[in-house]
């Protein structure tokens, strides 16, 4: 009997398909994240063995999302291989290059120096080579695109822990660096773990906060030159079961960055109407208007309109007493949108406020176009009025600007008699401040009133 004839060619191709298959990348060729953990293992032993430094890049690529989204994934995948090749060609031959997926690539760096310092250089000017590879413009089809990295870099140096560790920690070095405003190199340390866990054990506590009513409303008067209270901006604080009452300023950052910060929203919209009607079946309230701070995350929902109908019908209250506050930055990302929502709104009575007024992109171009009904000008202008001539100047033009566009001018931040009466001398005739009022509670809030 015959033994069966095989093609030791082909069965050799198939074996390297295979290995091809289970160990690389099939669209850049770059080592997958089986053979990054593979490879990552080996690394982390011959470093302990040998008393040598190694270092693990992890490699994000800003605003992919959006060249996919608008583009389509063909043209994204394009882009994803020409930066493969980029990266493979600012390493050595002996390190790693490794799509870990989507538009994550990571990178393993052998045999650096035995000295921390040393090496922690030596993967520095990695990382610049890979910043600079990234400069020029990619040939996207017909189109050129620019496309920057956040870079995350850990060191290690021995098997004693586990391979996830420095795959965490580069990660959490990579987010910093997006947050450090993008296209940066970013080192972990140690504090940076301490910061990640001290994050998500307050926003666990937010989610905690949420359900047991946690938060409370304070109120800041706004008055008129005349003395009258004409309302209030309300103002969120977190009474902390252990830490006690919490400003914004230590929780809301954190609530912006996760969805909580809508739920938190939704939570002040209702305490601000239910306040509200209460005022309306008093004499001495009725008449009083209260802000309130709407978040650009919360403002950009689709819903967003009909949650505020919904919340103002719920609770029959009048509309035109009730104030939103928005930052101008976020009117300006979609201006023909929050032209839209603003204007559903206000066809209801909703009055609009821009919020920080001066500090961001002020500009008559958008604010002939914007339905705004108040301009509320910064602290940080108000807080140097007599002491900087040039935050003078700016309060100055911003109130004539509103007034020949017929918007209510109203400064904030005035605790001195001195500020009060500049502002007045310069048509600006509504105030909030601790010269009046700090933000307290309701009840301090009536008796003020009173």
Known sequence: MRRPVYDVTTLKKAATEIQRLAFYDPLTGLANRLLLRDRLKQAMIISKRNGIEGALLFIDLDNFKTLNDTQGHDVGDLLLKQVAQRLESCVRRCDTVARFGGDEFVIILEELSNQRDDAEEQAGIIGLKILAAFNDDYQLNSNSYQCTPSIGITLFNGYEKSI????????????????????????????????????????????????????????????????????????????????????????????????????????????????????????????????????????????????????????????????????????????????????????????????????????????????????KIDKSFIRHIGHQPFNGVIVQTVIGMAESLGIEVIAEGVETEMQRAFLEENRCYLYQGYLFSKPVPIEAFLVFDK
């Not at 795959?167 to 947050?179: F, H, R, V």
């Not at 009083?288 to 109908?309: D, G, M, P, R, T």
Request: charge should be negative; hydrophobic fraction near 40%.
């Open 164 to 375: 996830d560790d420095p795959m965490k920690q580069a990660d959490i070095a990579m987010y910093q660096a997006k947050e450090s405003g993008r296209n940066k190199i970013c080192f972990f340390n140690s504090q940076m773990q301490i910061n990640i866990h001290a994050r998500i054990e307050l926003e666990k506590e937010l989610h905690t906060a949420l359900e047991e009513n946690q938060f409370r409303l304070f109120y800041q008067s706004q008055v008129r030159n005349t003395g009258e209270v004409v309302g209030a901006e309300a103002l969120i604080r977190w009474q902390h079961p252990q830490r006690g009452l919490l400003l914004p300023v230590e929780f809301i950052l954190l609530a912006e960055k996760s969805e909580l910060i809508i739920s938190i929203d939704l939570w002040v919209l209702k305490q601000a109407c239910i306040q509200l009607k209460l005022w309306e079946n008093q004499t001495n309230t009725q008449s009083l208007k209260l802000s309130v701070n709407i978040s650009a995350k919360h403002f950009a929902q689709e819903n967003f309109v009909n949650q505020v109908i919904e919340i103002i019908h719920f609770y029959s209250v009048r509309a035109e007493k009730l104030k939103i506050e928005i930052v101008e930055s976020l009117l300006i990302e979609n201006i023909e949108e929050s032209i839209d929502k603003m204007n559903e709104l206000r066809a209801i009575g909703v009055r609009f406020s821009i919020d920080d007024f001066g500090t961001g992109y002020s500009s008559l171009s958008y604010l002939t176009r914007l339905p705004l009904d108040q301009l």
